[in-house]
């Protein structure tokens, strides 16, 4: 199984950019999809990005397309969430998933811890 950490979070003024990174130990990042979800108060868990090391796709949630990029870099075994041109209604608590069957939250089978993203207006 894989274990996931992410980190880079913060507090950043609408405009700003984050780079997210979510460190993998126990396999390798390349065996699986890896996704990125985020979660704000109240509301459910929302997928945001995903990349699929098969022909390197990615995939994103059509509200942070041309703001948002995933990338990975396999010698680290970490994935990025580069966010640039950040918004208010980008505040959430992101997380990193691994292993995927299907394209909703609960398809996922490895999850991080989340790192909280807050942006201000």
């Known amino acids: 199984q894989v274990q996931l950490i992410e980190s880079g979070g913060g507090l950043v003024q609408a405009g700003g950019s984050l780079r997210l990174s979510c460190a993998a130990s126990?396999?390798?990042?390349?065996?699986?999809?890896m996704g990125w979800f985020r979660q704000a108060p109240g509301k459910e868990r929302e997928f945001v990005g995903r990349?699929?090391?098969?022909?390197?796709?990615?995939y994103y949630l059509d509200s942070v397309k041309g703001r948002f990029t995933i990338s990975g870099d396999n010698a680290k075994n970490t994935v990025y969430l580069q966010m640039n041109s950040l918004k208010p209604e980008d505040t959430a608590v992101y997380y990193c998933?691994?292993?995927?069957?299907?394209?909703?939250?609960?398809?996922?089978?490895?999850w991080g811890q989340g790192t909280q993203v807050t942006v201000s207006s």
């Open positions: 998933a691994a292993d995927n069957t299907g394209s909703t939250p609960g398809d996922w089978r490895y």
């Open positions: 126990g396999r390798a990042i390349s065996n699986y999809n």
């Open positions: 990349l699929t090391w098969s022909g390197v796709r990615t």
